[in-house]
């Protein structure tokens, strides 16, 4: 395998181990934008770390469940939970065989939930399947571009994302909000600084 794909569980477990939240504490600000589009329901965050938009969207009144294959990102989001009043489950697992489940949730969120494209691929496919009528998948990641501003994100190329790219792998979905944007990311020390990104919103008619 490419080293640069393989950020597996040790590698997220070491990048948690500190006693800070490494990309803070408040949600991602796309998510913070666009949250009131959450229909009534439960909602799965993946790759969620340390827990900031899960609990971000606990405190909304969702029911969250977070899934992370780093067991200390997961601790730390548990307590980030209990500090701010709710609750959310959380699921130790690697993205590429977790299972989503069909016709489940009301909404689906990935802030930069990079993964390698044949895991990638597979993930979307069951996010399409697993929303319920109505729900939403909310996502941003970093485009190709990124590469230039270096301040965040994996340096693979294969593991960016670009708008055409999520329209095919999104098939079935209506997007609502889609755009590759630049701005500037304020995300605790791993994601500081101006930003290529790709954000949308895309609902399960």
Not at 133 to 145: D, K, M, N
Not at 175 to 182: D, H, M, N, V
Request: hydrophobic share 45%; with cysteine.
């Amino acid at each position: 395998m490419n080293p640069k794909l393989n950020m597996d569980a040790t590698f997220w477990n070491d990048r948690y181990a500190v006693a800070d939240h490494v990309y803070g504490t408040e949600p991602n600000a796309f998510v913070a934008e666009v949250a009131r589009h959450i229909p009534a329901g439960p909602v799965l965050c993946l790759a969620e770390g340390e827990g900031r938009n899960a609990v971000y969207l606990a405190t909304l009144g969702h029911r969250v469940t977070a899934v992370d294959q780093s067991e200390v990102g997961l601790a730390k989001a548990r307590r980030l939970a209990e500090a701010s009043g709710v609750e959310i489950t959380t699921v130790t697992a690697d993205l590429s065989n977790y299972d989503i489940a069909t016709g489940a949730w009301a909404g689906i969120i990935a802030t930069f939930t990079h993964l390698p494209p044949v895991v990638r691929h597979r993930i979307h496919r069951d996010v399409a399947a697993g929303l319920m009528p109505g729900g939403v998948f909310i996502l941003e990641a970093y485009t190709p571009a990124q590469l230039a501003f270096d301040t965040g994100g994996p340096k693979a190329p294969e593991m960016l994302m670009t708008l055409a790219e999520l329209r095919g792998e999104l098939f079935g979905l209506e997007f609502e909000i889609a755009r590759e944007l630049e701005r500037d990311v304020t995300e605790g020390a791993f994601h500081t600084g101006r930003g290529a990104v790709v954000q949308i919103l895309a609902r399960r008619l």
